[in-house]
């Protein structure tokens, strides 16, 4: 089946997240020409690149104003590409501000338009909607929420999993460095990760309140280790500039680019919300989340965000398999609730057993891989069937089910 493909992709991790779905896509059929924009890992998965926009991915108002200009050529090219006739799909990845108007223009063609890993209108800006009903036609959902809602408001969708525990499976760790963290106690029992987040602002905001956490559950138990795993070595040093003298004591440890390891390695850990905890809950490691907001923010958030819950797992599920915590204004709850939250999980292991149970139903419902195979496969339908092709050349099975 001979056929092309046009890819938008704006963001790092989107790029990781189509790469293994254009890998996908090609061992389907080698003949399916890939092209579009995205970055350095799709074009080394085989798509042709018209232009590597993650290198212009922004966050926030402030950074994106300046760049609007650029943007809208931007979604020019992909017309111009669009208006020559040769594209018969368009997978958006994630980057809804850009990629909306990608679909817009795709639409003026013809052309479908399929959106993988959706804009969380869920979540927050579900004015836009409308929007997404005008501009794609099939949603390829990567949380259950994301079913429920979309199809709720009449857009096509199908639940594929999230690529993130595809990356989680094909990830090799370093097993030397597991045992180097874990040492005579092979369980590792006695470790707890620390992820004080991956943005400035949120290391920044989060770190002094888990580092006078560490401080008090060292005093209550003195076996504890505590590995913080950074994500940047900027991140990691302002991290050790913020320990006093006297913390030169504690039983703390440093690491960058290598959150994986720490996390298989630990008990449980504290940490600040984000997608890192999917991976969590792909590696079976409870763990107390926290954020911390301005009072202005948290305000405004109240009437913008549709949630009961700042984490992804917690999303997923009908109860907290991970106790959770905004934090506004004094930082004294924050601290208490993950001094306490963390000393539960390290003393009571009832409680422990009672989250480990929590993530096991959880992680066998959803933390399978095999997303990024299901989207390719669907997407490989989707055109056999729009060529006219015999049914056995669009066949698409075996979805993951989800929770009643």
């Given at each position: 089946?001979?056929?092309?493909?046009?890819?938008?992709?704006?963001?790092?991790?989107?790029?990781?997240?189509?790469?293994?779905?254009?890998?996908?896509?090609?061992?389907?059929?080698?003949?399916?020409?890939?092209?579009?924009?995205?970055?350095?890992?799709?074009?080394?998965?085989?798509?042709?690149?018209?232009?590597?926009?993650?290198?212009?991915?922004?966050?926030?108002?402030?950074?994106?104003?300046?760049?609007?200009?650029?943007?809208?050529?931007?979604?020019?090219?992909?017309?111009?590409?669009?208006?020559?006739?040769?594209?018969d799909a368009v997978v958006l990845v994630d980057f809804p501000g850009f990629n909306w108007h990608v679909a817009k223009r795709a639409k003026k063609y013809g052309i479908p338009v399929y959106y993988y890993c959706p804009?969380?209108?869920?979540?927050?800006?579900?004015?836009?909607?409308?929007?997404?009903?005008?501009?794609?036609?099939?949603?390829?959902?990567?949380?259950?929420?994301?079913?429920?809602?979309?199809?709720?408001?009449?857009?096509?969708?199908?639940?594929?999993?999230?690529?993130?525990?595809?990356?989680?499976?094909?990830?090799?760790?370093?097993?030397?460095?597991l045992d180097q963290f874990r040492g005579t106690n092979l369980s590792g029992e006695h470790l707890v990760a620390v992820l004080p987040g991956s943005r400035e602002h949120e290391v920044h905001s989060n770190w002094p309140?888990?580092?006078?956490?560490?401080?008090?559950?060292?005093?209550?138990?003195?076996?504890?280790?505590?590995?913080?795993?950074?994500?940047?070595?900027?991140?990691?040093?302002?991290?050790?500039?913020?320990?006093?003298?006297?913390?030169?004591?504690?039983?703390?440890?440093?690491?960058?680019?290598?959150?994986?390891?720490?996390?298989?390695?630990?008990?449980?850990?504290?940490?600040?919300?984000?997608?890192?905890?999917?991976?969590?809950?792909?590696?079976?490691?409870?763990?107390?989340?926290?954020?911390?907001?301005?009072?202005?923010?948290?305000?405004?958030?109240?009437?913008?965000?549709?949630?009961?819950?700042i984490t992804l797992p917690n999303l997923m599920s009908d109860r907290k398999v991970f106790p959770e915590m905004v934090s506004v204004g004094k930082t004294e709850p924050a601290i208490d609730f993950l001094t306490q939250?963390?000393?539960?999980?390290?003393?009571?292991?009832?409680?422990?057993?009672?989250?480990?149970?929590?993530?096991?139903?959880?992680?066998?419902?959803?933390?399978?891989?095999?997303?990024?195979?299901?989207?390719?496969?669907?997407?490989?339908?989707?055109?056999?069937?729009?060529?006219?092709?015999?049914?056995?050349?669009?066949?698409?099975?075996?979805?993951?089910?989800?929770?009643?």
């Amino acid at each position: 089946m001979s056929a092309n493909i046009f890819f938008s992709v704006g963001e790092p991790s989107g790029d990781q997240h189509a790469a293994r779905m254009v890998s996908q896509i090609l061992a389907l059929d080698s003949t399916i020409q890939v092209r579009g924009f995205g970055g350095q890992a799709m074009r080394d998965a085989g798509c042709h690149l018209d232009r590597d926009l993650t290198q212009h991915a922004v966050v926030g108002l402030v950074e994106v104003i300046p760049k609007l200009r650029q943007f809208f050529s931007f979604a020019d090219e992909a017309e111009e590409i669009f208006r020559q006739g040769n594209v018969d799909a368009v997978v958006l990845v994630d980057f809804p501000g850009f990629n909306w108007h990608v679909a817009k223009r795709a639409k003026k063609y013809g052309i479908p338009v399929y959106y993988y890993c959706p804009p969380q209108l869920w979540a927050w800006g579900g004015w836009r909607i409308k929007k997404m009903k005008r501009t794609v036609d099939h949603v390829l959902a990567v949380l259950p929420v994301e079913q429920d809602y979309f199809e709720g408001h009449g857009i096509p969708t199908t639940f594929v999993g999230h690529p993130f525990f595809d990356a989680v499976d094909c990830q090799s760790l370093d097993h030397q460095l597991l045992d180097q963290f874990r040492g005579t106690n092979l369980s590792g029992e006695h470790l707890v990760a620390v992820l004080p987040g991956s943005r400035e602002h949120e290391v920044h905001s989060n770190w002094p309140l888990m580092l006078e956490a560490i401080r008090r559950l060292n005093r209550t138990n003195p076996r504890a280790r505590f590995l913080v795993a950074a994500y940047r070595d900027r991140q990691c040093l302002w991290c050790r500039d913020q320990m006093t003298q006297q913390d030169q004591d504690l039983p703390i440890e440093f690491f960058v680019g290598r959150t994986s390891e720490v996390v298989e390695a630990a008990r449980c850990a504290m940490m600040v919300s984000g997608s890192v905890s999917l991976e969590l809950m792909a590696r079976r490691t409870p763990a107390a989340v926290v954020y911390r907001v301005g009072r202005v923010l948290h305000s405004v958030g109240k009437y913008l965000l549709n949630l009961d819950s700042i984490t992804l797992p917690n999303l997923m599920s009908d109860r907290k398999v991970f106790p959770e915590m905004v934090s506004v204004g004094k930082t004294e709850p924050a601290i208490d609730f993950l001094t306490q939250s963390i000393n539960a999980m390290l003393n009571d292991h009832f409680y422990f057993r009672g989250l480990l149970e929590s993530l096991d139903g959880l992680r066998g419902q959803y933390a399978q891989p095999g997303a990024s195979q299901r989207a390719a496969e669907f997407i490989h339908c989707q055109l056999a069937n729009h060529a006219g092709l015999p049914a056995e050349h669009g066949n698409y099975q075996d979805l993951p089910k989800r929770a009643a």
